[in-house]
């Protein structure tokens, strides 16, 4: 397969998870489109580092996984502290700091 | 038609479907069955560039721990039932404006260096008996250039950690 066509293939789940991130209310759907964000630039760096035949891709993705593992954690960490206070999870009804 | 195209296409088409089922689902269990869909697709296309290891780690990790935390947190999180009405924003149709531009911003501009991928040498042909393990290679990049990164993405791990029980607990004497 041509890299080109990986290449698609991330940008295509990186805007989908853009819109994720930008349009819905559920704030848990945001944390999920993030790491949708996140996978499109993995498939991005595996697909480089396939096509040059270089492991740095891999072990670049390795760390981004372990990145995106411990922002999921303290995401929702804050979720449920965010919970505690306000009960509820929609983005546009967090407002305390709005002028 | 070979294998390897027709496997690529598979796993795009799984991977695009379960991420745009992701994001308009109303609801969130929904969603997040349709993350670990689109997350096996990815380690399916990990599979099929050679990338056993981060496969197997993407599989664990990301499906095995990550989704499951999300679960968990749903589940905590209680969802009203009028919390299902709005799905969407107000700014929905600007931000798939916006979006549309910008993808065919980026498609013009793959379409067009599409020739300028073609850097240097081929992929080198490999003889029989001198193959490393894909695991081996990384465990060799990874301890010994990688060090630094390592350790630190280690310490990142126990910064998360301790950040996430603090944010999560219940403090004594609060309102």
């Known amino acids: 397969m041509p890299v080109t066509h990986y290449l698609v293939l991330s ?3 990186l805007m989908i998870g853009t819109v994720g991130v930008l349009t819905r209310r559920n704030i848990i759907v945001v944390l999920m489109s993030i790491e949708l964000i996140l996978n499109a630039v993995n498939i991005n760096l595996v697909a ?46 967090i407002d305390i700091l709005r002028w | 038609m ?14 695009l479907f379960s991420a745009l089922m992701t994001i308009t689902r109303r609801n969130v269990v929904y969603s997040a069955i349709w993350l670990i869909s689109s997350l096996v697709g990815v380690a399916g296309i990990y599979l099929l560039q050679g990338a056993e ?12 721990a ?7 947190v749903i589940m905590l999180v209680p969802v009203s039932e009028e919390a299902k009405l709005r799905r969407f924003s107000s700014q929905l149709w600007i931000v798939l404006a916006v979006v549309a531009a910008l993808t065919a911003e980026m498609a013009y501009f793959l379409v067009k260096g599409a020739d300028s ?10 003889e029989i008996g001198t193959l490393t393990t894909n695991s081996e290679q990384i465990g060799q990049v990874l301890f010994s250039e990688y060090l630094l990164p390592f350790e630190l993405a280690s310490i990142l791990l126990l910064v998360a950690m301790i950040g996430a029980v603090v944010m999560a607990k219940v403090r004594e004497g609060a309102e």
């Not at chain 2, 290891?53 to 095995?64: H, N």
């Not at chain 2, 990550?66 to 968990?72: A, D, N, P, Q, W």
């Open chain 1, 48 to 93: 480089f580092s396939d096509y040059l035949q270089n492991v740095n891709g891999q072990v670049f993705a390795i760390f981004v996984i372990t990145d995106a593992a411990a922002e999921a954690a303290v995401g929702l960490g804050i979720l449920i502290a965010l919970f505690r206070n306000k009960e509820t999870v929609h983005a546009d009804e």
């Open chain 2, 117 to 126: 991928f073609q850097m240097g040498e081929p992929k080198p042909t490999i």
């Open chain 1, 11 to 13: 940008m295509a789940l």
């Open chain 2, 66 to 72: 990550i989704t499951v935390l999300f679960l968990f």
């Open chain 2, 2 to 15: 070979q294998l390897d195209s027709i496997l690529f296409y598979l796993f795009a088409v799984q991977i």
């Open chain 2, 53 to 64: 290891f981060l496969a197997g780690v993407q599989v664990i990790v990301y499906i095995g």
